[in-house]
């Protein structure tokens, strides 16, 4: 019996000095790389194979996740949304013929959608000369543009307005060429959608290095006007976003309208769709081709549209940023801390903190509710491109990067088979960008390694 309990004890020592030496190794990484002298350090890693705490630093502490935020709102999102969900452009008929399009707040809806949606109408024998009046139902979510906690770097023309009037990623493209005779800086429009600008380029030589283009949007606030300033010493495709969200949409509305031969020239305006109206058809994309937008590419505008759209259903109400906050706050209700909070989906505030510990215990729950996992990007594709290649086919994780600060979230499963969660926040880093994503690789490939 002496000896039993002496086996066990031994075995348990063993045990715990293996988990010891497996954390010091992540330690004495982070203390030899001289990371934690002008930085701060978060880390905190799960093995949910045997829910074991496989290592934490600082995982309490309230720090700015970046875009690996995208990862617990898009989690949120899905989880109400659920994985069938489609996001439609739907064509609604009223009994007084009143043609209805409800709007689906769609990331991918393009304008060979739009004609897609109203060709249908020819395949189910439609009588279109017999439309009294379009509308247009927008009311699946407001249309604040941005939210209260964005800076002025983070809106126009950095980012595009949050609105359900979406068409082609609502950009529009714009070239600034030489002119044919070299006098002069033209630029060229080809989209239906026309931005108001004022050109004040200089043209330079085209063998100096002077070539740098600046877009102003003009004052007051709300004006329209934007101006063209700087050098220009070659030709440049600049891709823009709109500025007038409702008036691109109905410029590309029309146009499908006219090319299905469908004679209306009435006004187009906004009514809700009447609950007697019969659903005629549809054009749609599902959540899964539009999470790769998010989590692949980390688009902030299909991360904030795809937020406020799940609130929509949450709530059953036109949605706003305040509702999707509130959404969040509810679903995580069980993990939030004191401190932790959001007040954007996509991470660009600087005023959204959360705690690595949060991070991991959300994604544990998001992964065995949800395929959220199978919707990640891996290794060697969207921000995760040339980096921990050797990883490919056993590491899903989310990055996000701002100013000073570099951060990464997901899931990996060990050389030994097991899958462990970690979240991991460098902040206040004087290092470059490049130093800060090879420091989380090789913290994620000490996990890998040794657990």
């Excluded at 996740?65 to 949120?76: E, N």
């Excluded at 259903?313 to 959404?327: G, H, L, Q, R, V």
């Amino acid at each position: 019996m002496k000896n039993y309990i002496k086996n066990i004890f031994v075995v348990l020592i063993l045990f715990f000095f293996s988990l010891s030496t497996k954390a010091n190794e992540i330690s004495s990484y982070i203390k030899d790389s001289d990371f934690e002298l002008k930085s701060t350090v978060s880390i905190f890693a799960k093995d949910i194979t045997n829910q074991k705490i496989a290592y934490k630093k600082n995982e309490q502490k309230l720090l700015n996740p970046a875009s690996t935020l995208k990862l617990l709102t898009f989690g949120a999102s899905y989880l109400t949304l659920g994985e069938k969900y489609k996001f439609e452009t739907i064509l609604y008929l009223d009994n007084s013929n009143n043609l209805y399009i409800k709007l689906g707040a769609d990331p991918l809806l393009t304008d060979s959608d739009l004609y897609d949606l109203f060709s249908k109408l020819k395949k189910i024998k439609f009588d279109t000369t017999k439309i009294n009046k379009i509308y247009i139902d927008d009311s699946i979510i407001d249309k604040n543009p941005y939210p209260q906690c964005w800076m002025k770097e983070d809106m126009w023309p950095y980012s595009r307005a949050i609105t359900p009037y979406i068409v082609n990623n609502n950009f529009t493209s714009i070239l600034v060429k030489r002119s044919s005779l070299a006098t002069k800086t033209e630029i060229v429009q080809n989209d239906e959608y026309k931005l108001p600008i004022i050109n004040e380029l200089v043209l330079t030589d085209k063998d100096s290095s002077k070539h740098s283009i600046e877009i102003v949007k003009n004052s007051p606030e709300k004006s329209s006007i934007i101006t063209f300033k700087g050098y220009v010493n070659k030709d440049e495709n600049i891709q823009l976003p709109v500025l007038k969200p409702e008036i691109n949409f109905m410029v590309k509305l029309n146009k499908a309208i006219e090319k299905n031969e469908i004679r209306y020239f009435d006004d187009i305006l906004v009514k809700k769709v009447p609950q007697n109206a019969k659903r005629l058809a549809s054009v749609g994309h599902s959540i899964e081709d539009v999470s790769k937008n998010i989590l692949y590419n980390s688009d902030n505008f299909s991360s904030e549209i795809v937020f406020k759209v799940a609130a929509s259903k949450y709530y059953n109400k036109t949605a706003t940023f305040e509702d999707s906050i509130k959404m969040f706050n509810e679903i995580y209700k069980d993990d939030i801390s004191e401190g932790i909070r959001i007040c954007d989906a996509s991470g660009v505030s600087r005023t959204n903190f959360v705690t690595t510990e949060f991070s991991v215990n959300v994604l544990e729950k998001l992964f065995s509710k949800t395929k959220l996992k199978d919707l990640m990007a891996e290794p060697n594709n969207g921000t995760l491109k040339d980096r921990m290649l050797f990883l490919e086919n056993n590491l899903k994780a989310k990055t996000g990067t701002l100013s000073q600060m570099s951060s990464i979230s997901g899931i990996v499963n060990t050389k030994k088979g097991n899958d462990i969660i970690f979240s991991i926040i460098v902040q206040n880093s004087p290092k470059r960008k490049a130093i800060l994503k090879n420091f989380e690789n090789n913290v994620i490939t000490i996990l890998y390694r040794n657990y």
